[in-house]
């Protein structure tokens, strides 16, 4: 098993990486939507939402490229595992005040219909990549990496 267990995590930063990436690229060259994603969860006041959803797309972004590149993976990993945690407390506070809203995590974002939520689902991706972030973190030393020992 120990054999494999650099492959698997060759695989594990390809996929959380590309994940990250890719959310943020669908959010970063439409800051618009991006803001309205964020104001919708009604968390924050306007002038902080809207920073955030200029700035998150971007850090999504960087934390995907140093991922796939495999640069500080544990660090990233960690940082990772943190973020989808706020994504996780974001979703559930918005479920449980009754927000009708999309979770804006691959672009989209605002309200939605009544009934229309996914908010079981979005919260269960979001702690799938928390455990393949907790994964990383704990085996950081991976095939392909530019880093060739976790710290």
């Keep these: 098993m120990k054999r494999f267990a650099p492959w698997l995590g060759l695989a594990v930063r390809l996929f959380l ?20 994603a964020v104001r919708a969860y009604e968390a924050l006041p306007v002038p902080m ?12 972004i960087g934390l995907g490229i140093v ?13 990772s595992a943190a ?18 809203i999309d979770c804006g995590c691959f672009g989209g974002g605002g309200q939605v219909a009544p009934g229309k939520t996914k908010y079981l689902l979005e919260i269960a991706r979001d702690t799938g990549l928390i455990a393949l972030s907790l994964y990383l973190f704990r085996y950081p030393t991976t095939r392909f990496a530019l880093e060739k020992e976790g710290f």
């Design 67 to 79: 991922l796939i590149l495999g640069v500080a993976v544990r660090y990233a990993s960690f940082i």
């Design 83 to 100: 973020l989808m945690l706020l994504f996780v407390i974001a979703i559930a506070q918005a479920a449980l005040r009754g927000l009708s």
């Design 17 to 36: 990486g590309g994940v990250l990436g890719y959310a943020g690229y669908l959010k970063a060259f439409n800051p618009s939507k991006a803001k309205m």
């Design 49 to 60: 939402a809207n920073l955030l959803g200029i700035l998150l797309p971007w850090c999504e």
